[in-house]
């Protein structure tokens, strides 16, 4: 069946806004973004496992003018990204990103998070991500995937506290873990 077909499916990709939890605010990015993020995202340790290296500003100003297309070129992938900003201190502490896909008769999101190193263990990335997977549920999207590297015990732990299936089997050097959504329709 394709898009036509399926009403379900996301054809124009959804654009993210505003969610609020206990103790964040995820924002929609912008590129201005890029000037308190790169504070945030400054620490070697965040790329251990998810490769590359602390953004300058620039770099990250082009990124985010990059993601804030909002879809690949193709057309086949919707991204969506927010920064995490703890709600009593206004500090902008990490992001969380959903990339959107259309395969068979689902919409599937690959999802991610990172936290800057002076804000971890805290709850905070279970947190953010848990209401992204909820703002995601309502847009009907019915399966999640993250990608995680079999080393990166807080991502993998994350995943776990949110509830998603971890895979017997290691794909091409990752964990794929996997959960179904309940859609909010
Ligand atoms: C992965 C990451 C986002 C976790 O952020 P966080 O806000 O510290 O995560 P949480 O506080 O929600 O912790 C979730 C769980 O991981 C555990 N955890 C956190 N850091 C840990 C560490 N270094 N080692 C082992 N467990 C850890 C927490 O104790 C918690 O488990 P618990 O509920 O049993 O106590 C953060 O470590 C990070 O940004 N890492 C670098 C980027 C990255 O690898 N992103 C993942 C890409 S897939």
């Keep these: 069946m394709n898009s036509a077909e399926n009403p379900n499916h996301i054809v124009n990709w959804p654009q993210a806004t505003s969610i609020v939890t206990d103790r964040l605010l995820l924002e929609p990015l912008e590129v201005h973004h890029a000037t308190e993020m790169v504070e945030t995202l400054s620490s070697p340790d965040l790329y251990t496992y998810i490769g590359g290296t602390s953004p300058s500003l620039p770099e990250l100003e082009r990124l985010y003018a990059l993601q804030l297309a909002g879809a690949s070129p193709t057309g086949d992938a919707g991204w969506l990204n927010w920064i995490v900003r703890e709600a009593n201190r206004s500090t902008a502490i990490g992001y969380v990103q959903a990339t959107v896909t259309m395969a068979d008769t ?28 909820a703002w995601l ?23 776990e506290r949110l509830g998603m299936n971890r ?19």
């Design 106 to 133: 689902r919409n599937q999101a690959d999802i991610a998070w990172v936290i800057g190193a002076d804000h971890q263990r805290r709850g905070f990335a279970t947190e953010a991500a848990r209401a992204m997977i």
């Design 137 to 159: 549920a309502d847009r009907q999207v019915t399966e999640l995937r993250a990608a995680i590297h079999p080393g990166n015990e807080s991502s993998n732990r994350v995943a």
């Design 167 to 185: 895979p017997d089997a290691i794909d091409d050097g990752e964990v794929i873990w996997h959960a179904e959504l309940q859609t909010g329709r």
